[in-house]
């Protein structure tokens, strides 16, 4: 009989332990807190912080310079750099996958859905084309992209991400008839440094 039970107590024990490892993972399965960090790509530079919103959503906000290809509405405007300010909700949808199988997930690190919008204003123009009077329209894009996120050591990381969705031209605020919407494209590839 004392056999019995105290191979009864191993067994709960070992369960009782192996539950509470599974419970851990999942902890720790979430985004972190805020990442504050700096990205550069082709088309160019941001200053972005990534906040938990839950364990697989978080809320990232942006300000950048970006490169600008002229619109319609000023096409000898030459090369641009736009200021820009993105609010984008993230949803890491493989964080539990990817702690499983033992890969890192910490910095964010994973596979993303995001619903990116993205301000445009003429109010902060760089221009390189040498006009003074360089104007462009703001605009308003709404575009859900898939992206990935991984980390190179501790700061460093990349991040590539392609969508489509919906760009909306203030125009008639710069004196044009009507304002305009077309379709926009989201393609990014940037390299960044978390602090």
């Known amino acids: 009989m004392k056999k019995i039970v105290l191979t009864l107590f191993f067994c709960v024990i070992t369960l009782s332990?192996?539950?509470?490892?599974?419970?851990?993972?999942?902890?720790?399965?979430?985004?972190?807190?805020?990442?504050?960090g700096i990205q550069t790509g082709f088309a160019g530079l941001w200053i972005y912080?990534?906040?938990?919103?839950?364990?697989?959503?978080s809320l990232r906000t942006e300000l950048g310079l970006e490169a600008y290809e002229n619109?319609?509405?000023?096409?000898?405007?030459?090369?641009l750099?736009?200021?820009?300010?993105?609010?984008?909700?993230?949803?890491?949808?493989n964080l539990?996958?990817?702690?499983?199988k033992s890969k890192?997930?910490?910095?964010?690190?994973?596979?993303?859905?995001?619903?990116?919008?993205?301000?445009?204003?003429?109010?902060?123009?760089i221009d390189f084309g040498g006009d003074d009077n360089a104007r462009i329209v703001s605009n308003l894009s709404i575009i859900?992209?898939?992206?990935?996120?991984r980390n190179i050591g501790k700061h460093f990381n990349y991040e590539t991400g392609i969508g489509v969705g919906y760009i909306h031209y203030?125009?008639?605020?710069?004196?044009?008839?009507?304002?305009?919407?077309?379709?926009?494209i989201n393609i990014h590839l940037r390299i960044g440094y978390k602090f």
Do not use: C, M
């Not at 859900?144 to 996120?149: L, S």
């Not at 203030?170 to 926009?184: H, L, P, Y």
């Open 49 to 57: 912080n990534e906040f938990k919103l839950s364990n697989q959503v």
């Open 104 to 125: 890192r997930i910490d910095g964010n690190s994973g596979n993303f859905f995001a619903l990116k919008t993205t301000l445009r204003l003429d109010d902060l123009l």
């Open 144 to 149: 859900p992209t898939w992206g990935i996120r």
């Open 170 to 184: 203030f125009s008639k605020n710069s004196g044009f008839a009507k304002d305009k919407g077309e379709a926009a």
């Open 71 to 79: 619109d319609d509405f000023y096409p000898d405007a030459g090369f």
């Open 17 to 36: 332990a192996t539950s509470q490892n599974e419970t851990d993972k999942k902890q720790q399965s979430s985004v972190e807190k805020s990442i504050f």
């Open 96 to 100: 539990n996958t990817r702690s499983n």
């Open 81 to 93: 750099l736009v200021t820009t300010t993105s609010v984008e909700p993230r949803w890491y949808y």
